[in-house]
Antibody, heavy 119, light 107 residues
Framework: QVQLQESGPGLVKPSQTLSLTCTVSGGSISSGGYYWSWIRQHPGKGLEWIGYIYYSGSTYYNPSLKSRVTISVDTSKNQFSLKLSSVTAADTAVYYC???????????WGQGTLVTVSS | DIQMTQSPSSLSASVGDRVTITCRASQGISNYLAWYQQKPGKVPKLLIYAASTLQSGVPSRFSGSGSGTDFTLTISSLQPEDVATYYCQKYNSAPRTFGQGTKLEIK
């Protein structure tokens, strides 16, 4: 059974960079066939797709966030990470990591981590 | 980018009712559509993929249909545990956009 777990600071100051890591267990990122993704949910709002990375390192980002987002993978640690730069209060959200099937839908999600942007 | 629009945004129905939620894509996406259920305070759960394929373990009262631009999620007989927000998601190509959600309550 694949499990994903987000980790990182719960509080980030405005203009700084939000950094989160997703640790995968029960399956290897480097086995291929899946797209490792980040999705966020603003408080009381809907789901916003941030982007994905394939084990090879290829990425795709939501155009609305592309200039500020970097997703990277560390296959040796079976982890992938999210960096979001120049954050504002509008980036306050629950951030989920998820495993996407090669076709693109999400069968496994982390529990989510709330990141608050505030001074 | 393709936009996904759900309707209604919220609805209230009685236990045992047949409930239908609609998702419309701004361009055709074939059958590359998934539905998720998110209960309050919980993680989204995959219900249906490929527009009409039920994920393993999901009750058979849930069903999906549609292709191209118009899709529906149907609950044949609403149960109290179905109170949740439902999201559609397109995945024919990136970005893999979600609909804005439909909040389902019991009347």
């Amino acid at each position: 059974q694949v499990q994903l777990q987000e980790s990182g600071p719960g509080l980030v100051k405005p203009s700084q960079t939000l950094s989160l890591t997703c640790t995968v267990s029960g399956g290897s990122i480097s086995s291929g066939g899946y797209y490792w993704s980040w999705i966020r949910q603003h408080p009381g709002k809907g789901l916003e797709w941030i982007g994905y990375i394939y084990y090879s390192g290829s990425t795709y980002y939501n155009p609305s966030l592309k200039s500020r987002v970097t997703i990277s993978v560390d296959t040796s640690k079976n982890q992938f990470s999210l960096k979001l730069s120049s954050v504002t209060a509008a980036d306050t959200a629950v951030y989920y990591c998820a495993r996407g099937f090669s076709s693109g839908y999400y069968g496994y999600w982390g529990q989510g981590t709330l990141v608050t942007v505030s001074s | 980018d393709i936009q996904m629009t759900q309707s209604p945004s919220s609805l209230s129905a009685s236990v045992g009712d047949r409930v239908t939620i609609t998702c419309r894509a701004s361009q055709g996406i074939s059958n590359y559509l998934a539905w998720y259920q998110q209960k309050p305070g919980k993680v989204p759960k995959l219900l249906i993929y490929a527009a009409s394929t039920l994920q393993s373990g999901v009750p058979s009262r849930f069903s999906g249909s549609g292709s191209g631009t118009d899709f529906t999620l149907t609950i044949s007989s609403l149960q109290p545990e179905d109170v949740a927000t439902y999201y559609c998601q397109k995945y024919n190509s990136a970005p893999r956009t979600f609909g804005q959600g439909t909040k389902l309550e019991i009347k």
